[in-house]
């Protein structure tokens, strides 16, 4: 059974950082590209950042390229977001999801993904 959990969500002040992890299971993640995803009340889902299974290529929304870092550790079946300097518009609920193949080029939609996680909430405030 394929799952994916987030964990490392919370409250934390403007300027705290929070690191998200996404832990695997029922698939070998080093074949797998890991996208991370928010969507805050009212909006639509958004691409946060992406990480390749072959080269480890990333990429980056504009709204976060500088502060956030995501990475993988193959051997531990997981991923993580570093996320630094954090303002109170990154305040949404936070997904993983992983895909098999990156079709159009185009990582940080959520089409591109077959696998998801159920979120972690982050709330950044004072």
């Known amino acids: 059974q394929v799952q994916l959990v987030e964990?490392?969500?919370g409250l934390v002040q403007p300027?705290?950082?929070l690191r998200l992890s996404c832990e695997v299971s029922g698939f070998t993640?080093?074949?797998?590209?890991?996208?991370?995803?928010?969507q805050a009340p009212g909006k639509e889902r958004e691409g946060v950042s992406?990480?390749?299974?072959?080269?480890?290529?990333?990429?980056?929304a504009d709204s976060v390229k500088g502060r956030?870092?995501?990475?993988?550790?193959?051997?531990?079946?997981?991923?993580y977001l570093q996320m630094n300097s954090l303002k109170p518009e990154d305040t949404a609920v936070y997904y993983c999801a992983a895909s098999g193949e990156?079709?159009?080029?185009?990582?940080l939609v959520d089409y591109e993904y077959d696998f998801w996680g159920q979120g972690t909430?982050?709330?950044v405030s004072s």
Not at 50 to 60: K, Q
Not at 68 to 79: P, R
């Open 7 to 9: 964990s490392g969500g």
């Open 15 to 17: 300027g705290g950082s």
């Open 29 to 38: 993640l080093r074949f797998y590209d890991i996208g991370w995803f928010r």
């Open 50 to 60: 992406y990480i390749s299974s072959s080269d480890g290529n990333t990429v980056y």
């Open 68 to 79: 956030f870092i995501i990475s993988k550790d193959n051997a531990k079946n997981t991923a």
């Open 102 to 107: 990156i079709i159009n080029n185009d990582p």
């Open 121 to 123: 909430q982050v709330t």
